[in-house]
């Protein structure tokens, strides 16, 4: 049972837009800032957003993220089939003193 | 370039231990914090632990303390993971990943990943 709780899977269609939502409490979204990470099958994680909504450099514009009480999500637009990958939220938790990630979601871009 | 390099990948039995490497490159070693993070086949990421290359200090999660190490040689530029007592509920690939700040910390460069598989 992860602490940051996300769906298992989404799905939509090429060009479309999706939103993968993670929530959490107040001992980590609530009170901390929110990174995105994307593993396509077969490779390692690879950061996507970072303080809740930053890009790094290299990442498309189509990659959004946001933040609201102690929920996150990350959008994603304009899908492409090289999109398809397991989405994970991540965060550092006062509670728990380390970090925590979301069970993460398969996107499927059908 | 920058980049972390990861040892390869290990065969273990129960009981044994095992250490993983993660070298860096491209960027002052000691400027950045390592974390290591687990992926069970079919999981998601469990942190496992932090190091600090420039003083030593370290953060582990609660359920390895005992049978976790983490270390870094900074003349190599090399961070090490040690997990011992192993079970076959540690197999899994193991990655390495550097630690940036801004806001809050977040992971920004991450190694290939090492499979470590216990079997018997």
């Known amino acids: 049972q992860s602490v940051l709780t996300q769906p298992p899977s989404v799905s939509a269609a090429p060009g479309q837009k999706v939103t993968i939502s993670c929530s959490g409490s107040?001992?980590?979204?609530?009170?901390?800032?929110v990174s995105w990470y994307q593993q396509l099958p077969g490779t390692a994680p690879r950061l996507l957003i970072y303080?809740?909504?930053k890009r790094p450099s290299g990442i498309p514009d189509r990659f959004s993220g946001s933040k609201s009480g102690t929920s996150a999500a990350l959008g994603i637009t304009g899908l492409q089939t090289g999109d398809e990958a397991d989405y994970y939220c991540?965060?550092?938790?006062?509670?728990?003193?380390?970090?925590?990630f979301g069970g993460g979601t398969k996107l499927t871009v059908l | 370039q920058v980049q972390l390099v990861q040892s390869g990948a290990e065969v273990k039995k129960p009981g044994a231990s095992m250490k993983v490497s993660c070298k860096a490159s491209g960027y002052t070693f000691t400027n950045y914090e390592i974390i290591w993070v687990r992926q069970a086949p079919g999981q998601g990421l469990e942190w496992m632990g932090w190091i600090n290359p420039y003083n030593g200090n370290t953060n582990n999660v609660q359920k390895l303390q005992g049978r976790l190490t983490v270390t870094t040689d900074t003349s190599t530029s090399t961070a090490y993971m040690e997990l011992r007592s192993l079970r076959s509920d540690d197999t899994a690939v193991y990655y390495c990943?550097?630690?940036?700040?801004?806001?809050?910390?977040?992971?920004?460069?991450w190694g290939p990943g090492t499979r470590v598989t216990v079997s018997s």
């Open positions: 991540g965060i550092y938790d006062t509670s728990l003193n380390g970090w925590v």
């Open positions: 107040s001992s980590n979204i609530g009170n901390n800032y």
């Open positions: 990943a550097r630690v940036a700040v801004s806001g809050s910390w977040y992971f920004d460069l």
């Open positions: 303080d809740n909504n």
